[in-house]
T-cell receptor
Framework: QQQVKQSPQSLIVQKGGIPIINCAYE??????FPWYQQFPGKGPALLIA?????SEKKEGRFTISFNKSAKQFSLHIMDSQPGDSATYFC?????????FGSGTKLNVKP | NAGVTQTPKFRVLKTGQSMTLLCAQD?????MYWYRQDPGMGLRLIHY???????AKGEVPDGYNVSRLKKQNFLLGLESAAPSQTSVYFC???????????FGDGTRLSIL
């Protein structure tokens, strides 16, 4: 059972563009929504996280938007840079278990 | 500050062989997790532990066993390896279940 649906699977933007990655979920019994960034050969690293009582959270160039009624949350990367090229995973979790999206491979071209 | 360390980093096995993957964390975290990562499928939880001496099944536990004899270590065992278990395995730890998970750099396992 897929707990989180992530899109798009891959994304190419020019430097300075604003890539947007979307995730949708079904079950509401979760209260923690982190985003992870993964570079080739490395493990995922926490990028930013949000709880459903907050509609938006910014950390540097990264912003999470959360729409509880639509059961969706999104990651925006402002002024994207080639160094942001990586695979991004959304996740949802509560207490013991986390469910991850299938990942979005982002390529930021110089 | 090592964080989460996984050994080995690479391994090739033959079908039917057994092996153990080791995960060690130095952050005094209570919770530890084992995931597998396959192309297009994200990370799937195999087993997890909420404290020393405890283990529980995750989303895809079949064919794997785990042990948490010490708080800092979480072992993942494959008793009889199958080609379907070819994957990248990640260990993670967190202070509690609702806290960020810290990941190791993975073990790349191929089963021929």
């Amino acid at each position: 059972q897929q707990q989180v649906k992530q899109s798009p699977q891959s994304l190419i933007v020019q430097k300075g563009g604003i890539p947007i990655i979307n995730c949708a979920y079904e079950n509401t019994a979760f209260d923690y929504f982190p985003w992870y960034q993964q570079f080739p050969g490395k493990g995922p690293a926490l990028l930013i996280a949000i709880r459903p009582d907050v509609s938006e959270k910014k950390e540097g160039r990264f912003t999470i938007s959360f729409n509880k009624s639509a059961k969706q949350f999104s990651l925006h990367i402002m002024d994207s840079q080639p160094g942001d090229s990586a695979t991004y995973f959304c996740a949802r979790g509560n207490f013991n278990k986390f469910y991850f999206g299938s990942g979005t491979k982002l390529n930021v071209k110089p | 500050n090592a964080g989460v360390t996984q050994t080995p980093k690479f391994r090739v096995l033959k079908t039917g062989q057994s092996m153990t993957l080791l995960c060690a964390q130095d952050m005094n975290h209570e919770y530890m997790y084992w995931y597998r990562q396959d192309p297009g499928m994200g990370l799937r939880l195999i087993h997890y532990s909420v404290g020393e001496g405890t283990t529980a099944k995750g989303e895809v536990p079949d064919g794997y066993n785990v042990s948490r004899l010490k708080k800092q270590n979480f072992l993942l065992g494959l008793e009889s390896a199958a080609p379907s278990q070819t994957s990248v395995y990640f260990c993670a730890s967190s202070r509690t279940g609702n806290q960020p998970q810290h990941f190791g750099d993975g073990t790349r396992l191929s089963i021929l």
